[in-house]
């Protein structure tokens, strides 16, 4: 698996700090509040999971799955909510966590479905933000790192629905994709 990548962008080590950084922002900001965390499947399952385990204040989760992608590399521009969450969302202090933010589609529909449900107040942390893909305004509250314009696996993120379980963030080679 791991010789199918050219280059790691992130390493492990990077990931895991920046989850510290993140987590103590986040704790500071929701002390005494207790958010619903909302993690938007599947991609952002590691990245939920390292970083609210580092939050030291009272947290509810719940999960979403929507799709815009199809398995492929580039947004239908259709979102389509694959897994609703179990959770009421009115009045509660929401924070979504994706693991990156493209086009911004995605998150945009997410935004304005818990605008329309009522939320108290809506932030978004994302581990990733590639800005150079947005066809949105959409901007994340918390960034964990800019990448470049370039299909990025690992940490979550998958090509094909492989490579989710790598602990970094990477490029593949090119003749994997083909
Ligand atoms: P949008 O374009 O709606 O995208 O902001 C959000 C979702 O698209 C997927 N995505 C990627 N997945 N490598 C991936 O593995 C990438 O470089 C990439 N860019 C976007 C991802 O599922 C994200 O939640
Ligand atoms: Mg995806």
Known sequence: MH????EVLITEEEIQEKTKELASIITEQFDGKFPLAVGVLKGAMPFMSD????VNTHIE?????VSSYEGGMRSTGEVK??????TKVNDRDLLIIEDIIDSGLTLNYLVD??????ANS????????KPSGRQTGIRADLVGFEVPDAFVVGYGLDYQEKYRNLPYIGVLKPEIYS
Do not use: C, G, P, S
């Open 81 to 86: 909510i694959i897994k609703d969450l179990n």
């Open 61 to 65: 989760m719940d999960f979403m799955d």
């Open 122 to 129: 809506i932030t978004i942390v994302t581990l990733l933000d």
């Open 51 to 54: 970083l609210l385990k580092r």
């Open 113 to 118: 479905l818990f605008k329309y449900r009522q």
């Open 3 to 6: 010789d199918e990548i050219k």
